[in-house]
């Protein structure tokens, strides 16, 4: 038997044929449009599509156990019921009853990032533990908290927004409307921001060299380039920023004690540029640093499936 998976997305939707192991076996996707979509038009093409998906897959409704979708935004996951996604400009969508008209299964349905930390846990870099953390190092910080193989999403399904505590009163601002979060000095976009900074106090650094000038095309990649070929500028940045982010992370550990903490995004294939100081920030500043036991900073390592996953087993 199988479940399906389905990670709702501004630009795509994907959906997964995930099996009782949580592997894998088949996936695809198709543009969201929800620009061009009602609500509900949207999830009946999302219905539509995983009946399609089923059948590429040469399996049919009997075959499947369950459905779960992860979707940004704030679920009603009792009543499947999609409280609040504003990028995809949904507001109490009742997905579960709209799902059913075409698809006569159990409908679960998750917040994106919980579903992904989720899909780590069954799958991924946390398989074979029950208490992990996984933090998305983006546009924002999406985070995912899950303990005894649950997703941790609080009394009214909000936990979990790991990049909104407050870093620096009165800080860099966020997009969330306050100032000094954690994202706000550990997102990629964060650390774009400090990169660009950089490269317009120091005209000659190399940072201004691998842009070709050019500060547009600055990534989250670029600092850390900088810092490999020598120059003071971008190691600056570097540390400055893993500086941050290993702050807001020894707090979570010291919150939550994971037994792993992952880190996504394209910032964590830095590998041990990144990984190597935020474990020796871990060992040094965490409450816990002085017990035999101490949480793993690992990259998560399923990348865009894992969204689909976590949302296949949210009955599991």
Sequence with gaps: MYRVGIDLGGTNIAVGIVDEQGKMTYKDSTLTLHAQRTSEELVEAMAEFTLQVVKAAGLTLDDIISVGIGS????????????????LNMFNVPMREIMQRTINKPIYIGNDANCAALGEVVA?????????????????????????????????????????????VD???????????FEAYSSATALINQTIKA?????????????????DKIDGKTAFDAMRAGDTAGKAVVENYIRYLGEGIVSLINIFQPEVLLIGGGISKEKEALFGPLNEMAKKYAYSKDESKQTKIMPAVLGNDAGIIGAAMLDA
Excluded: Q, W
């Design 72 to 87: 940004p935004g704030t679920p009603d996951a009792k009543n499947g019921i999609l409280l609040y996604a504003n990028n």
């Design 124 to 168: 991924g870099g946390a398989k074979e533990t029950d208490t992990a953390i996984m933090i998305t190092l983006g546009t924002g910080v999406g985070g995912g908290i899950v303990i005894n193989n649950k997703i941790y999403d609080g009394f009214n399904n909000a936990g979990g927004e790991l990049g909104h505590f407050v870093m620096v």
């Design 171 to 181: 800080g860099e601002y966020c997009t969330c409307g306050r100032n000094g979060c």
């Design 199 to 215: 490269a317009k106090e120091n005209p000659e650094s190399e940072i201004n060299k691998i842009v070709n000038n050019d500060l």
